[in-house]
């Protein structure tokens, strides 16, 4: 069983940052593409940004050049830098692992930008 603990949310003002970091426990001894996802009140779960074994990223186009996914020292840790923040950024961010098909997700943490 994988758990995935993220930490790293709060308030903050617009153009202001924040990291984000996820960290997971559970018998998996290589690293897996994770991701981050994020969900705003009465909207769809949507993908923010992600990252695979090797390296390569992804992100959502409201998110490019904002926003950066990196793997931590620590097998199947992610942290998600997000700079120059906006009111439209406030979510609720999950952090995902893709286990050869399967997905984990954590419980999330709340992200609030005030305007």
């Known amino acids: 069983q994988v758990q995935l603990v993220e930490s790293g949310g709060g308030l903050v003002q617009a153009g202001g940052s924040l990291r984000l970091s996820c960290a997971s426990s559970?018998?998996?001894?290589?690293?897996?593409?994770m991701g981050w996802y994020r969900q705003a009140p009465g909207k769809q779960r949507e993908l923010v940004a992600t990252?695979?074994?090797?390296?390569?990223?992804s992100y959502a186009d409201s998110v490019k050049g904002r926003f950066t996914i990196a793997r931590g020292n620590v097998k199947n840790t992610v942290s998600l830098k997000m700079n120059s923040l906006k009111p439209e950024d406030t979510a609720v961010y999950y952090c995902n692992l893709d286990y050869y098909g399967i997905d984990y997700w954590g419980k999330g943490t709340l992200v609030t930008v005030s305007s």
């Open positions: 559970g018998s998996i001894f290589s690293d897996n593409a």
């Open positions: 990252i695979t074994s090797g390296g390569r990223t």
